[in-house]
């Protein structure tokens, strides 16, 4: 995104070129002190607080050389800011934006701070890891923190196809410890294995303990995972629960299968058939009974771990009159359900078709480990289908069971 300082009558585009040689005031930018030289006038004449701080009577003012105090801000950050000043336009970037925005409001460039906002409230996956990096260095990026993380976990594959060397140690593992990230484990693979490769240290090596290994294909284990020697035991267990007959995976490898449940992570491109695992989008589901009864609530299937969460239920008939609506607000446990009582029950007859509609807002769950196209419950036996049950799907799915 371009910002343009709409103000600006004079510029000194062909004097920012000649700065280095020219200018008679030298900046130390950044932790490191890196020098980089201005003009005086230029810089009085575009902000009255830079000519307070430069013709005035402060310290600055008779020094040749002016500490910019914020440890944070990069330098490419406070190039682009003289861009502005001097060219009367700059590019606002992931890595440029948090030191871009501290100066404008520091030196008083209130156009430039707006169009920095402006780029915040438009995130793209193509510089959201910039900003997810970038936020964990200042304060001001809390509230954006969240904002850019949301656009990485709903297209990762996009997103982490940047430089991974913009990612340290701790934000890779940040990543992998995410409550949402619609991903395959084999992608997240690959991209751990590309940043150990460039970047990695004996000590990092643990970070492959967070991938979850049976949910690579075979093949993919074969080919990418075995010529790796720091995954070498996660590659032998998985190829060994992929060979072992369905009726022993759980006494042989219970632990494994666990393990994978406490990843609380939800990782799939595709929600599994009969769980709602998509933030803030609807999914359905149809049913009918095999008699009449009076519906009176549902379970939902719940995280691992605690936090808050919202649920929009609604039940429609054959003819996609919404029978009931319901909005419920509640703590999600480490259990396995949740129940949602409806304020009334709702009468449904035997042997027509209804669609249960739901849109979830929180963490996700994909506990669908044993899907079911019917249950029967003293003599009542509701059977699933997938005729239609895409037309309220918002995230693609086409539900044909159920697992409870």
Same mark, same amino acid.
């Given at each position: 995104m371009k910002s343009v300082d709409k103000n600006a009558s004079t510029r000194w585009g062909s004097l920012l070129k000649a700065a280095q040689h020219t200018g008679d005031v030298t900046f130390l930018v950044g932790p490191n002190k890196s020098k980089v030289k201005a003009h005086r006038a230029v810089l009085a004449n575009s902000s009255e607080v830079f000519h307070r701080m430069l013709f005035g009577q402060m310290q600055e003012a008779t020094s040749t050389e002016v500490s910019i105090g914020e440890q944070n801000l990069r330098v490419a950050s406070f190039t682009a800011f003289l861009e502005y000043i001097y060219q009367g336009?700059?590019?606002?970037? $992931?890595?440029?934006?948090?030191?871009?925005?501290?100066?404008?409001?520091?030196?008083?460039?209130?156009? /430039?701070?707006? !169009?920095? !906002?402006?780029?915040?409230?438009? /995130?793209?996956?193509?510089?959201?890891?910039?900003?997810?990096v970038e936020s964990k260095l200042w304060m001001e990026g809390r509230d954006i923190e969240a904002q850019a993380f949301k656009v990485v976990s709903n297209d990762p594959e996009q997103a982490l196809s940047c430089d991974i060397s913009l990612l340290s140690y701790e934000?890779? /593992?940040?990543? /992998?410890?995410?409550?949402?990230?619609?991903?395959?484990?084999?992608?997240?693979?690959?991209?751990?294995?590309?940043?150990?490769?460039?970047?990695?240290?004996?000590?990092?090596l643990s970070i492959y303990n967070h991938i979850c290994y049976i949910d690579i294909s075979p093949q993919d284990l074969v080919t990418f995972v075995r010529p790796v020697p720091a995954a070498k035991e996660q590659y032998i267990t998985a190829l060994e629960y992929h060979s072992a007959p369905e009726s022993l995976k759980d006494s042989l490898f219970g632990s494994v299968k666990r393990r994978r449940e406490d990843f609380?992570?939800? #990782?799939?491109?595709?929600?599994?058939?009969?769980?709602?695992?998509? +933030?803030g989008k609807k999914d359905g589901l149809r049913f009918q009974f095999n008699k009449p009864v009076l519906f009176t609530g549902v379970s939902l299937f719940t995280p691992l771990k605690e936090s808050s969460a919202s649920a929009t239920i609604e039940v429609?008939?054959?003819? +996609? =009159?919404?029978? #009931?609506?319901?909005?419920?607000?509640?703590?999600?446990?480490?259990?396995?359900?949740?129940?949602?009582?409806?304020?009334?029950?709702?009468?449904?007859?035997?042997?027509?078709?209804?669609?249960?509609?739901?849109?979830?807002?929180?963490?996700?769950? $994909?506990?669908?480990?044993?899907?079911?196209? =019917?249950?029967?419950?003293?003599?009542?036996?509701?059977?699933? =289908?997938?005729? !239609?049950?895409?037309?309220?799907?918002?995230? $693609?799915?086409?539900?044909? =069971?159920?697992? $409870?």
């Open positions: 336009e700059t590019q606002i970037t $992931g890595q440029n934006a948090f030191g871009l925005k501290n100066l404008a409001q520091m030196y008083g460039f209130e156009d /430039l701070s707006k !169009d920095v !906002d402006a780029f915040f409230v438009h /995130l793209t996956v193509a510089n959201c890891v910039e900003i997810w934000l890779l /593992l940040s990543l /992998l410890q995410q409550d949402i990230l619609y991903c395959s484990e084999i992608f997240l693979f690959k991209k751990v294995t590309e940043w150990i490769e460039a970047y990695g240290k004996e000590e990092h609380e992570v939800m #990782r799939s491109k595709k929600a599994p058939s009969g769980s709602w695992n998509y +933030n429609i008939d054959k003819s +996609n =009159s919404v029978l #009931r609506r319901e909005e419920f607000e509640y703590k999600t446990t480490p259990e396995k359900f949740k129940k949602m009582a409806f304020s009334q029950p709702v009468s449904l007859v035997a042997d027509e078709p209804y669609h249960l509609v739901a849109k979830i807002t929180g963490l996700t769950s $994909g506990c669908c480990a044993s899907p079911q196209t =019917s249950v029967t419950v003293e003599g009542v036996t509701v059977t699933f =289908s997938n005729a !239609d049950s895409q037309v309220f799907s918002e995230v $693609g799915t086409n539900c044909t =069971s159920s697992t $409870g």
